[in-house]
């Protein structure tokens, strides 16, 4: 319910559902590009809160990561720097190349859609 003020009366003007979808209907469709980047925006957000906080545990002084480390050191000790006999050492202590590389590129679309809206 609206209310309208008539010189000091307040006078109740309903609203049926019909007119208020159109109202919303008319918003939505004015302001769906907004809509739209926020949305996208929100979603790159918790992508990257979610590769930063993996990346994080991998990096943290755990005994586990620490076990890790060593075993990745020792082959590329051991095959005398040959990184391709060590990668499968190496995945357990980095984040996939693939998601690093999501990442980067979501980070370069968002400069630039930053830069393309102010």
Known sequence: MVCAKSLFVVVPVLIDTA????????VVS????????VIIIIADVVFFATVF????????K??????????WLECIVFTQGD?????????????PQA????????????????HSVY
């Open 99 to 114: 998601t690093a590389i999501t990442v980067l590129f979501l980070l370069s679309v968002s400069i630039v859609r930053l």
């Open 53 to 60: 906080l993996q990346f994080d545990g991998t990096t943290e």
């Open 62 to 71: 755990t005994p586990q990561n620490f076990q890790n480390a060593s075993q």
């Open 30 to 37: 004015l302001q769906w590009r907004g809509i739209l980047i």
């Open 19 to 26: 007119s208020a979808l159109r109202r919303i209907q008319r």
């Open 83 to 95: 990184k391709e006999k060590c990668y499968k050492y190496a995945e357990s202590i980095v984040v």
